[in-house]
C-alpha cells in the first residue's frame, strides 16, 4: 500500500529555517517524481518544489526559489524539503505528493498519492 507521511513542520520565527521530511512506502523513489506543495486558508494549493527520478532536476516556484532545497534520499525512501529564510508568506499546510513517472509537473491533480500535511507556521 502506497503511503507518504509529511513530518518536521512547526512554529519558526521570520528568518528560521525547518527541515520537512516526506517518508514513504509502497513505492520505489526511483520510478517516482515527488512533489512539495502548500496550501493557506483561503488559498488554492500551489506547487513549491518537485524532485525528478530521472536525472535529478529539480523545480522550484518563484516565491520559494534561493530559499528552500529539495533533495532526496532513494534508499531511504524519504524526499527532503529544506526550507531557510522563511517568511510569514510561507505559512501554509504542506503536503507532499507523488506522481508515478520519471518528471515533474506542477498541476496537482496529476499526482497520485498524497500525504496528509504537516503544518508550518512563520510568526514572531
Known amino acids: 500500500q502506497v503511503q507518504l507521511v509529511e513530518s518536521g513542520g512547526g512554529l519558526v520565527q521570520p528568518g528560521g529555517s525547518l527541515r520537512l521530511s516526506c517518508a514513504t512506502s509502497g513505492v520505489t523513489l526511483d520510478y517516482y517524481a515527488i512533489g512539495w506543495f502548500r496550501q493557506a486558508p483561503g488559498k488554492e494549493r500551489e506547487g513549491v518544489s518537485c524532485?525528478?527520478?530521472?536525472?535529478?532536476?529539480?523545480y522550484y516556484a518563484d516565491s520559494v526559489k534561493g530559499r528552500f532545497t529539495i533533495s532526496r534520499d532513494n534508499a531511504k525512501n524519504t524526499v527532503y524539503l529544506q526550507m531557510n529564510s522563511l517568511k510569514a508568506e510561507d505559512t501554509a499546510v504542506y503536503y507532499c505528493?507523488?506522481?508515478?513517472?520519471?518528471?515533474?509537473?506542477?498541476?496537482?491533480?496529476?499526482?497520485?498519492?498524497w500525504g496528509q500535511g504537516t503544518q508550518v507556521t512563520v510568526s514572531s
Open positions: 524532485s525528478s527520478s530521472r536525472d535529478g532536476s529539480t
Open positions: 505528493a507523488a506522481l508515478i513517472g520519471y518528471y515533474c509537473s506542477g498541476y496537482s491533480h496529476e499526482y497520485d498519492f
